[in-house]
Nanobody, 126 residues
Framework: VQLQASGGGLVQAGGSLRLSCQSS????????IAWFRQAPGKEREAVSY????????IYADSVKGRFTISRDDAKNTVYLQMNRLQVEDTAVYSC????????????????????WGQGTEVTVSS
């Protein structure tokens, strides 16, 4: 299984970006994908989670109402639409996948995920 993250860039505060995480080597849609981010000098932080079996989504409080996670089954791609970006959203964003459905209680634990994509950098300027 391979994950390819893309879509990062430089944007002004208040702007939008859409990140993509395309998976290959896995045909079933019944898996769980999450986005994590890590800002310079800070710990990795969970951002959002998508459970393929029932399309359950969860968001970190810091992004709730601004970010939306979705999946295009035909393209094996999970998107993270990020609106009203803030300087505090600046980080390297990575996607992670686990086969099967993951209970929500473990959704934001990095150790719950088996496969990781490379990061895509998001910089929000003031």
């Amino acid at each position: 299984v391979q994950l390819q993250a893309s879509g990062g860039g430089l944007v002004q505060a208040g702007g939008s970006l859409r990140l993509s995480c395309q998976s290959s080597g896995i045909s079933s849609g019944y898996h769980t994908i999450a986005w994590f981010r890590q800002a310079p000098g800070k710990e990795r932080e969970a951002v959002s989670y998508y459970r393929g079996g029932d399309r359950k989504t969860i968001y970190a409080d810091s992004v709730k109402g601004r970010f939306t996670i979705s999946r295009d089954d035909a393209k094996n791609t999970v998107y993270l639409q990020m609106n009203r970006l803030q300087v505090e959203d600046t980080a390297v964003y990575s996607c992670a996948l686990r086969r099967g459905n993951l209970i929500t209680g473990l959704a934001f634990h990095p150790s719950s995920y088996t496969y990781w994509g490379q990061g895509t950098e998001v910089t929000v300027s003031s």
